[in-house]
């Protein structure tokens, strides 16, 4: 049987230096699909829950009404579509169904008015009943969320409802608009449901972030995406990360023990999808050894295909050649780098939300630093200035901490494989 | 491992280290550099062909004089533009370890920056001809005496 997908596991280092104790490696596994697949193979079934909060009056609501019509406009006939507009209170504008009635659709979104306040839970609770309508584990089930503000009060129920979208394999897009809504709230609903967030700085790109969903949609290669590691004895799994969409540390989701169990959702055809493995490999004598086995495994309707098996197994030499074991692969090094910034940034924020001034500031610092040497000068400028607000008024800017909370997600955006420099 | 930059000790095997996120591991073609370079003295030269000598003093004092503050560095770069271009009175220090040459940043405003890599105020990091050093955006070259 043939592989739709191809499946490369890079090690860190090849070779390892005898040690007497215990020593870190790393593993970065990387899945493609083999050849460029159709677009719109699996059918979708998208649920748009958009903010008509009065804050949204003017600019924001119009473009968000003519990227809500692009997206009736560029789903099939076949795909099911439905859009829930919320403030304080919810309405079910368009009641989950194919992708039709396009012009009636528009018409509807037409006569959507800005008013009221904020209460996303509401707004999700209602979209992923719509999306449960149509819900197929065949199609791709997705929800786009688009807020310009905070939610009031509703913040835990907005996770467990992502819990749960993610345990049925509804991936959540969280977009926000301008600079007044929560991010923490978007990534967190993200990385619960295995999707994604935008940070929309102006309200005429929402209609480039909608474009860009509807292209994930219709990209997806392959569905039901797992990738389980079996570590030879002695060998522990630390941490994992996954890369695409965005960085995101999935090791309390994905450590089992001595087992790597991930559930990837579904896999872009277009950006591939990740994954950074941390381990101990422990004190061994001079051989070859094998570190582990992976096996990723995958579905894809359309060919009928579930549950196929690609099989790929990880090994490493202990050497006493010191000159061999300064060999660090050059790819794994540079993504290596990209989740230390991401690391340090994550940190940073941290300290400063619990007002420790002092460690914030080195630890933006530091992520300034490797932001540098990744080429990265404008992320690292930006860490610079949040430096600079921290030490007069002890608090970040709300735009600075957007612009390194997304961009230090984003570093693996447009990742080909080829190292930058 | 020890962290040349912050000293935190790292698992043997990190490739960044985890309280700083500087590079652990060095790259076989820096090494050999480094051990070329060892022993010859060093002097910065800056864009214009002015040569400053590093003084043959455990701790160098880089910056721009002061004296209403009583600030004298060693290596005063007020005749270079140091003002305009952001010296620190105080800016920076070159220690002589052995035969390497070692910069720290005394947590300057502006920075000091190596290959354009900016250094942490207070790590140490060694610089060898054919290096790029700058003080806050006032640039020299290392080159041998």
């Not at chain 1, 396009?102 to 008015?113: F, G």
């Not at chain 1, 055809?269 to 086995?293: H, N, S, T, W």
């Not at chain 2, 005749?79 to 070159?94: D, M, Y």
């Amino acid at each position: 049987m043939t592989n739709e997908l191809v499946v490369r596991c890079i090690m860190s280092k090849d070779i390892v230096p005898q040690s007497e104790a215990e020593q870190a490696i790393y593993a970065l596994v990387d899945i493609k699909p083999k050849s460029r697949m159709g677009t719109g193979m699996m059918p979708a079934n998208v649920s748009l829950v958009l903010d008509r909060s009065g804050s949204m009056e003017g600019e924001k609501l119009e473009n968000m009404k003519e990227a809500a019509g692009y997206v009736v406009d560029h789903l099939s006939d076949t795909d099911f579509v439905s859009i829930t507009i919320f403030d304080d209170q919810v309405e079910s504008l368009i009641p989950s169904q194919v992708a039709q009635k396009r012009d009636e659709i528009k018409k509807m979104l037409a006569s959507v008015i800005a008013r009221g306040g904020t209460q996303i839970a509401d707004g999700l609770k209602e979209g992923m009943n719509e999306l449960q309508k149509g819900y197929s584990k065949d199609r791709i089930n997705r929800l786009l969320l688009l807020t310009d503000g905070k939610t009031w009060d509703d913040e835990e129920l907005c996770l467990r409802l992502a819990e749960e979208a993610g345990k049925n394999g509804i991936a959540i897009t969280g977009m926000g608009i301008g600079d007044e809504w929560n991010e923490k709230l978007l990534l967190q609903l993200a990385e619960k449901s295995g999707g994604d967030s935008h940070w929309i700085q102006n309200p005429i790109s929402i209609l480039d972030a909608f474009k860009q969903e509807v292209e994930g949609v219709q990209s997806v290669a392959a569905t039901n995406l797992k990738v389980m590691g079996r570590l030879d004895r002695g060998v522990k799994p630390v941490r994992v990360f996954s890369m695409v969409p965005m960085i995101a540390n999935v090791s309390s989701k994905v450590l089992h023990d001595t087992t790597i169990t991930a559930d990837l959702g579904s896999l872009d055809g277009k950006k591939g999808q990740l994954l950074l493995i941390e381990m101990r490999f422990p004190a061994q004598k001079i051989g070859k050894y094998r570190v582990g086995q992976l096996e990723v495994s995958y579905d894809i309707p359309a060919q009928g295909i579930s549950g196929h098996k690609i099989r790929v197994d990880m090994s490493i030499t202990v050497s006493a050649d010191i000159a061999a074991t300064t060999k660090v692969n050059a790819e794994v090094m540079n993504l290596v780098e990209k989740v230390s910034a991401f690391k340090l940034q994550t940190r940073a924020l941290s300290y400063a939300e619990a007002g420790n001034i002092a460690e914030a500031t080195r630890k933006l610092e530091a992520a300034a630093t490797v932001l540098l040497d990744l080429g990265e000068d404008e992320l690292a400028a930006t860490a610079e200035r949040e430096i600079l607000s921290l030490k007069k008024t002890g608090t970040l800017t709300t735009a600075g901490s957007k612009k390194l909370e997304y961009g230090t997600r984003k570093l693996t955006q447009g990742w080909t494989g080829a190292v930058k420099k | 491992m020890k962290c040349k930059e912050c000293q935190v000790e790292n698992i043997e095997g990190a490739l960044f280290c985890e309280e700083c996120g500087a590079r652990l591991e060095v790259k076989p073609d820096m090494a050999e550099i480094v051990s070329e370079g060892g022993g010859a003295p060093l002097v910065l030269q800056s864009s214009e062909g002015n040569t400053l000598a590093i003084p043959e003093k455990e701790e160098v004092m880089i910056g721009r004089e002061d004296p209403i503050s009583e600030v004298f560095p060693d290596v005063d770069l007020t005749s270079l533009g140091g003002l305009e271009k952001g010296v620190s009175r105080k800016h920076a220090i070159i220690h002589r370890v052995g035969v390497d040459y070692v910069v720290e940043d005394m947590g300057s405003t502006n920075g000091t920056y190596i290959n354009k890599k900016r250094i942490q105020p207070h790590a140490r990091q060694v610089i060898k001809p054919g290096d790029e050093i700058k003080f806050g955006k006032l640039s020299l070259s290392v080159k041998a005496a």
